[in-house]
């Protein structure tokens, strides 16, 4: 990764209150340390991923399956709720 935009990847995990890892083993670096970032500054972590991940036990939620039906499952019950708000 170039290195401004490394660093305003740390910066913006360092910042944010939710970090969602989808379909990553977690081992390429520098992008693997961001969830630790997040974490270390109080952010929930959760991991979506078809096999388990050594961040696993510090993450918030972990699910593990396919990342693409997952994804569709959520966004499909986050318009639900949407709907359901109006």
Known sequence: MPERE?????QRSSACDLFIVI???LVVQPAASMPLVAKRNGAKLVIINRDPTSFDDMADMT???QAGPIMARI?????KE?????
């Open 23 to 25: 379909g990553s083993s």
């Open 6 to 10: 490394t660093q305003e990847s740390y």
């Open 75 to 79: 966004l499909e019950n986050v318009k």
């Open 82 to 86: 949407l709907g359901a708000q109006e």
């Open 63 to 65: 699910i593990h399956g």
